[in-house]
């Protein structure tokens, strides 16, 4: 019978093997280091830009909050022109109010009346004066009525007074004038 020793070869096979082993486990933990390395790497490189993009908002946010206070500082601002302009138109639209409400007086009053005194407190009007009759004040009032610029005209006062000899009539009449806003309003009506 034959013999075959196999124990040096099974020796040689298990040294083998335990090389392998020993490769297979040192490649493992090889490549498990490089896939550490790697994420810590990626994962650095991540941290970075999203430090950067961090950086970038918090001076894009002082950026904008710079500009967001001059926009409040011009809302202020345009406000304040806003006022002012309105200022200006209503002084534009009143320029001639005074000049008109004058004029407006003036072509109603007869000729058999004098004026002594005018007074003009926010549109409301009192006027002083005096008349030789009664019938030219009230003539007087109807013409201040038909004006499309006054309304509630009323009489105030009316006396009998003798200046220089002369018998004649001192009186007092009130009356209110329109806003630009009630006189568009009367117009409306009247047509």
Known sequence: MIRINLIPHRAEFRQQQIIEYIVVFASAILLAIVIVISMDFIVTKDLTALQEESEMLAVKNKELTKKIGELRNLDSLRK????????VDELQAGRFKSLVTL???????????????????????????????????????????KADLFTNVRLSYDKSEEVNGA???????????????????VKGVKE
């Open 80 to 87: 304040d022109v806003e006022s002012k302009l309105q200022i």
């Open 103 to 145: 004029d407006k007086i003036a072509k109603a009053i007869p000729q058999n009346i004098w004026l002594e005194n005018m007074r003009d407190v926010q549109g409301s009007i009192t006027v002083k004066g005096f008349a030789e009759s009664s019938q030219a004040i009230a003539t007087f009032m109807r013409a201040i009525e």
């Open 167 to 185: 018998d004649i009539r001192s009186f007092s009449i009130e009356f209110h004038r329109l806003s630009l806003a009630e006189q568009e309003n």
